[in-house]
């Protein structure tokens, strides 16, 4: 098991930058998987990026070319640069762990963009 802990959320206008980061409290080398995902109200969570331990990301096709996922296995951190934020990017964003037999999830931070 791993605690996952999400920061960098806020308020950001349309068209602006943020980039969340989730640490973990033991090291991520080991975890094949680690991804963001988001929950907006009345939707069902849904993936918006997730990385192999060797690098390779997947995207939304809705973040695709404008968000990045990243991780740096030394500091046990995983990271989402968002850029070029839209209002339908406001959710609620959740790092979560694949260990294989479950997932890990950490407590989620806000991210609202204004038109």
């Known amino acids: 098991q791993v605690q996952l802990v999400e920061s960098g959320g806020g308020l950001v206008q349309a068209g602006g930058s943020l980039r969340l980061s989730c640490a973990a409290s033991?090291?991520?080398?080991?975890?094949?998987?680690m991804g963001w995902y988001r929950q907006a109200p009345g939707k069902q969570r849904e993936l918006v990026a997730a990385i192999t331990r060797g690098g390779s990301g997947n995207y939304a096709d809705s973040v695709k070319g404008r968000f990045t996922i990243s991780r740096d296995n030394a500091k046990s951190t995983v990271y989402l640069q968002m850029n070029s934020l839209k209002p339908e990017d406001t959710a609620v964003y959740y790092c979560a762990a694949d260990m294989g037999y479950a997932y890990d999830w950490g407590q989620g931070t806000q991210v609202t963009v204004s038109s």
């Open positions: 033991k090291s991520i080398f080991s975890i094949s998987t």
